[in-house]
């Protein structure tokens, strides 16, 4: 691998983020878990992450879990810069999109890493209109594509690398201004998810509560203390961050919260290396959501150490002197979830209400994949859902089933198949790029990459 393209879009990705008034620390850390992500399952990949970041190998790992969602998802950062309609988004997104064309190289050579990384690259293009810009946000670059396998994503050209360490903001009527989603358009949005019903009942209760408590509140009326804080338990994948999300929307728009932004973390990103530096990186994590909703994924992951027990302390805390600024869900398996509640009496006093999250059902699941295929503009042809069907009925379905994120990963193997499959096509037509066979979902013993 040649650092040298990593290195420099990442250098575009910080100045395009200081354009935009975004914290150098808050890039560097979505940069870093966003790489790690693309690279979350290829070997030596660790290692070199580790030289360029100059971050401990050690914590690879908890950095590809971090940035998973952003495979297919816009990254927080771009998420904020969308939502405050800011004229730096687009070209945000274009740092992106090159980050992860420099980034998927790691390690060695891995055409399951090509695919993620242009289904990445795409979830950011995708959230901005689906036009990519330069990270100047002026000209038009070419998306990434993996329909060509061994051949790297669309790298950026020499002249848009040697501009991008000194970009120039797009004029503010670039993007157009976005309105908040209004408490009827979340709601809409809520009960489009597929399965998760018991979820839209306690989150729609919750809301009819909480709009309740502030018509009383306008009449004069005494309102009792009710938590507003959640617990989310379930298995991976099955939606817990997408409704954290929601649930910071619908707060905003019944005047609960002034901001509405939903800062995710995790035990990485509240604990240090030492007491007391924990209190302050802690802090630092709340200040940021303070208006807003923290969500704090494997939680209980906090249990058992001075460490996370000055995390707790210091959320608690928080939790009582910002109470009507400050939402905070905490997310993770139901019985290490309890061991976490039962941690501390703070928390025990402010977490009443827990929501559980099912594993999704094999039609479920079959409906997420066709989604996901619609999103990015595929089509399953006849036999490809009947092989899907085939391989959820013999998966076990214990703790730490990946639902949603078994059949992201399952897509993302099926598009790698499907590229190797049309290698010898020099100019495959339209039905060809857009067709996933049964043969897609299947794992083959013909070596994907081409011996040196």
């Excluded at 309609?85 to 064309?101: E, F, G, N, T, W």
């Excluded at 991976?236 to 728009?253: E, N």
């Amino acid at each position: 691998m040649n650092p040298d393209a990593l290195i420099q879009a990442l250098d575009a990705l910080r100045a395009v983020g200081a354009l935009a008034g975004l914290s150098a620390v808050d890039v560097e850390d979505e940069a870093v878990a966003f790489v790690a992500a693309i690279n979350a399952d290829v070997r030596g990949a660790p290692a070199q992450w580790a030289t360029v970041f100059a971050r401990p190998e050690a914590s690879f790992g908890a950095a590809a879990d971090r940035g998973r969602t952003w495979r297919d998802h816009p990254t927080p950062l771009l998420e904020r810069l969308v939502t405050a309609a800011s004229a730096h988004a687009r070209p945000y997104a274009a740092a992106l999109v090159d980050v992860a064309s420099a980034g998927y190289e790691l390690g060695e050579p891995n055409l399951a890493a090509l695919g993620v990384a242009g289904v990445a690259a795409a979830a950011q293009r995708r959230v901005v209109g689906g036009v990519t810009m330069d990270s100047r946000g002026t000209s038009p670059v070419s998306a990434p594509s993996s329909a060509e396998p061994g051949s790297p994503l669309e790298q950026p050209t020499t002249a848009t690398r040697a501009t991008t360490t000194s970009p120039t903001p797009a004029p503010p009527s670039a993007v157009p201004e976005k309105p908040a989603p209004t408490l009827d358009e979340l709601l809409d949005e809520l009960d489009e998810l597929i399965g998760l019903h018991t979820v839209k009942t306690e989150v729609r209760r919750q809301t009819e509560l909480l709009r309740i408590e502030t018509k009383r509140t306008a009449k004069g009326l005494k309102i009792p203390d009710v938590t507003r804080h959640l617990v989310f338990v379930g298995n991976p994948g099955t939606g817990k961050s997408t409704v954290a999300r929601l649930v910071g929307g619908i707060y905003r728009a019944l005047g609960l919260l002034t901001g509405g932004q939903v800062v995710e973390t995790d035990r990485s990103g509240l604990v240090a290396g030492y007491l007391g530096q924990t209190a302050e990186k802690t802090s630092a994590v709340l200040t940021k959501s303070y208006g807003g909703l923290l969500f704090i994924d494997e939680a209980y992951a906090l249990v058992g150490d001075q460490y996370g027990d000055e995390a707790i302390a210091t959320l608690v805390k928080a939790m009582e002197d910002h109470r009507d600024q400050l939402v905070v869900i905490v997310a993770g398996y139901p019985a290490p979830m309890q061991q976490l509640i039962n941690a501390n009496p703070g928390l025990a006093s402010r977490f009443h209400l827990t929501i559980e999250f099912e594993d999704y059902s094999d039609d479920e699941l079959v409906a997420i994949f066709e989604l996901q295929c619609r999103k990015s503009d595929f089509t399953p042809a006849e036999g490809c859902i009947t092989s899907l069907r085939l391989q959820l009925s013999g998966t076990s379905r214990g703790d730490g089933f990946g639902n949603a994120r078994f059949i992201r990963n399952t897509f993302e193997a099926a598009l790698v198949r499907q590229a190797w499959r049309l290698r010898d096509i020099v100019d495959p037509t339209v039905d060809q790029l857009r067709e996933l066979r049964a043969e897609d979902l299947v794992d083959t013993d013909e070596p994907v990459v081409p011996p040196t």
